[in-house]
């Protein structure tokens, strides 16, 4: 039974990825999580093994960005990409979250060609927060999209932890930059999933939240989780680096 | 309207099945250094021949009288105007599948050939309603299906030219292409059906009689010289636009080998 | 199911915190109307013959003034990325955010119909057919719009750039959606052209979320 769900789910999930017939799904996806339940679903799909970048190559508006790049993570680790502006890094993370595709080389998430959606949460530069609607309504409005329904303990717990809580009720259009990016931030513990993808997650955060950020990472690394993270900061001596900027130079002088 | 999407290492790629597509636009520039000079011919050779006997040799219409001539270069160009957005929906739809550089190409030389083919239609349909009808445009079931295929081509042009970043532009409108050639036959059913409800009782039918065969002669000539003519000018649109993505590719390799700030490092 | 809710909850909620959208394009509407008996004059016997037509052009214009918000804001401020990314088809979020947007503009344009039928001297027996004609083709309206909001996105001069774009496609709706409104005006019956405009509408419903999925991927990209 428990292998016959697997395949289901797996099913599932390439026909919301694939082929968006969005008809039959429509009662597909009703009768599916009335008979199974979220949090059967959400602990099935709440594992990734490892990614491989392969040859990667991304061209931009007519220019390399970057080529011949390749690279590995797995469970448990937390890549930080390094270099210059527009060394590629941005491009990097949104071909690893499936928005764009790599011009040549292989891309495989746990052996599959296509990025599977729940496994993703991305952090991009933009906060997508919306200033009519208050920092509650902001996060659950997430936690909804992603097909849960009101774990609230989730909400208030990621609220906490990124010291938002007494915000809460208030229209996000008062926030200030660094409380906006902490809203945003506090997405990645509402809506669960293995893979971050997260695009200099520090901008216009005070230390004391940069501490917040660096102990949930460390948090979803010993979980398991991966972490993906553009970043100007100076890192660790023993992190895994990704210095983007050598990636552009052998077609540039070649 | 000639930036373009292709990849400025087009020529370097080899190996995979995936660069193959890289590949092509160097073969197909092959294919059309081959078709130009025929179509050129045929098109120089059958104008010629479909001129003179259009305007010499084929009878005057005992109703239209001379008038009549202006059939031979209107209605190719109504037929071309439509064979074009048949080619433009069918070369957006193919770039939109397999991401072809070259399907791209061809769909964005061909938009303006068609848009020229159909204000020539256009134009010269004016033309001749001026003597047979009296004025120079009635709101006419076809001449008011052409105007808007009028439309459908410069949205599509303008589209195109829309973004700052060319390859994004040329994905939009080919999804635009794709979406007007899906609603062209409800467009033409709905102007159809308007103007049975609005017509006009003067509006001379023109299709009368069968056509005889002095007067298909030439106009079977103009249609060869026409579609041979849109296979010159696309072949000649196409291949600048190869060269100028080279030219571009060049410049921009001399611009990252001195200016990129990690290469002194 | 829920996801789809909560996206159209959250658009109302949006719509109707920014408040001032719909009651443009409503004013929008009815100055645009306003503007016909001023170049034509005020004849009652002229007006009452193109009225119906004054309402559905001066509709179709409106309908196209507020496209352009329907996907920018969340493409600019980055909820576009996680609406896509989301486990959601996307076809199905885009139908909800039509649905939200028509909701908010294309209802009241239905309502404050009858009110310029009565402007324009339409006779009364034909406001039936105004307001059934207009819930007929507005959801059309905001449907095949959504197509150039999405291809927009991200171009130089978005709003004009939609209305060339969209305008042309949407002459069926027009055309048939006048025509009902003006045989029932003439009692004659008006049943196919209803027919024609709802086969339009089924159409539109089951093609136009692909074509605006693709859109919204590729200026993604």
């Known amino acids: 039974m428990r292998s016959f769900l697997r395949w289901w789910e797996m099913n599932q999930i390439n026909i919301k990825t694939k082929a968006p017939l969005y008809w039959p799904f429509f009662v597909f996806e009703k009768k599916f999580r009335k008979n199974v339940g979220i949090s059967f679903n959400r602990t099935l799909i709440g594992c990734m093994n490892n990614i491989f970048g392969t040859r990667l190559q991304c061209i931009r508006s007519n220019r390399i960005v970057f080529e011949d790049l390749s690279f590995h993570i797995e469970s448990g680790d937390v890549l930080h990409l390094t270099g210059p502006n527009g060394s590629g890094k941005s491009s990097l993370l949104r071909i690893l979250a499936g928005f764009l595709r790599p011009s040549a080389g292989k891309l495989s998430w746990d052996g599959a060609s296509e990025p599977i959606h729940e496994k993703i949460q991305y952090i991009g530069h933009q906060n997508a927060v919306k200033g009519a609607l208050s920092v509650l309504e902001n996060l659950s409005f997430w936690l909804q999209i992603n097909g849960d329904r009101g774990d609230q303990k989730a ?17 996000a259009q008062f926030l200030s930059a660094g409380q906006a990016r902490r809203l945003t931030l506090a997405r990645l513990l509402v809506v669960p999933a293995p893979l ?5 997650p520090a901008t216009s955060l005070d230390t004391a939240s940069e501490g917040a950020l660096q102990s949930a990472i460390n948090g979803h690394s010993e979980a398991g989780g991966m972490v993906v993270m553009a970043t100007h900061t100076p890192v660790e001596a023993d992190a895994k680096v990704l210095n983007m900027s050598t990636f552009g130079k052998t077609r540039a002088t070649g | 309207m000639l930036s373009q999407a292709i990849k400025p290492h087009a020529m370097q790629v080899k190996g995979s099945a995936k660069m193959h597509r890289f590949a092509n636009p160097t073969r197909f520039l092959r294919l059309v250094s081959a078709i130009k000079p025929w179509a050129t011919g045929v098109c120089l050779l059958t104008f010629a021949a479909g001129l003179y006997f259009a305007l010499f040799a084929s009878p005057p219409d005992y109703q239209q009288r001379e008038t009549v001539r202006i059939m031979y270069v209107h209605v190719p160009a109504a037929w071309m105007a439509m064979f074009c957005y048949a080619a433009l929906a069918a070369a957006s739809a193919s770039a939109l599948i397999w991401r072809h550089l070259v399907a791209d190409m061809v769909a964005r030389a061909t938009a303006p050939i068609g848009a020229a083919f159909t204000l020539l239609a256009l134009a010269t349909g004016s033309l ?10 009635v709101w006419d079931a076809r001449l008011t299906s052409v ?15 829309a973004f700052d970043d060319a390859s994004r532009g040329a994905r939009a409108a080919s999804i635009l292409a794709v979406v007007g050639a899906i609603n062209i036959p409800i467009i033409k059913f709905s102007v159809d059906w308007w103007n049975t409800l609005h017509q006009p009782a003067s509006v001379v039918k023109l299709d009368g009689p069968a056509i005889h065969m ?7 000539l103009m249609a060869i010289a026409y579609t041979s003519f849109y296979i010159w000018i696309l072949a000649i649109r196409v291949r600048a636009e190869i060269n100028t993505s080279k030219i571009r590719a060049l410049q921009i390799r001399r611009v990252t080998a001195s200016d990129v700030p990690w290469n002194d490092s | 199911m829920a996801p789809f809710l909560a996206l159209l909850k959250r658009d109302l909620k949006l719509a109707a915190r920014h408040g001032l959208d719909s009651f443009m394009v409503v004013a929008f509407f009815v100055l645009v109307v306003t503007l016909f008996p001023l170049a034509v004059g005020p004849e009652q016997a002229i007006l009452g013959r193109i009225g119906s037509g004054m309402i559905w052009v001066a509709a179709l214009l409106s309908s196209m003034l507020s496209m352009d918000r329907l996907f920018q804001q969340d493409y600019e401020d980055g909820s576009l990325d996680l609406l896509v990314l989301s486990p959601m088809a996307l076809e199905l979020l885009v139908l909800a955010k039509t649905l939200a947007h028509w909701i908010s503009t294309g209802l009241p344009l239905i309502i404050a119909s009858p009110l310029l039928g009565v402007l324009m001297n339409v006779s009364s027996a034909g406001y039936g057919t105004v307001i ?5 083709g507005t959801p059309i309206l905001s449907l095949v719009g959504s197509i150039g909001a999405a291809l927009s996105l ?5 709003g004009v750039l939609i209305s060339l ?6 002459i069926p709706v027009l055309v048939f959606g006048v025509s009902a409104v003006e045989t029932g005006l003439a009692d004659l019956p008006s049943r196919s052209e209803f027919l024609i405009l709802g086969a339009m509408l089924l159409v539109a419903l089951a093609l136009v979320p692909y074509a605006v999925a693709a859109a919204l991927r590729q200026a993604l990209e």
């Open chain 1, 196 to 200: 971050w993808i997260l695009d200099e």
């Open chain 1, 155 to 171: 909400l208030a717990c990621a609220l906490q932890t990124f010291g938002l809580e007494k915000l809460a009720n208030l229209p």
């Open chain 3, 154 to 158: 991200g171009a130089r001069r978005g």
């Open chain 3, 132 to 136: 059934l004609s207009l819930a007929l």
């Open chain 2, 214 to 220: 002095s007067m298909l002669t030439p106009l079977l």
């Open chain 2, 128 to 137: 001749w309603g001026k003597p047979m009808w009296g004025t120079w445009w």
């Open chain 2, 147 to 161: 105007l808007i295929l009028f439309f459908l081509y410069l949205g599509y042009i303008v589209l195109n030219g």
């Open chain 3, 165 to 170: 774009l969209i305008l042309p496609l949407l």
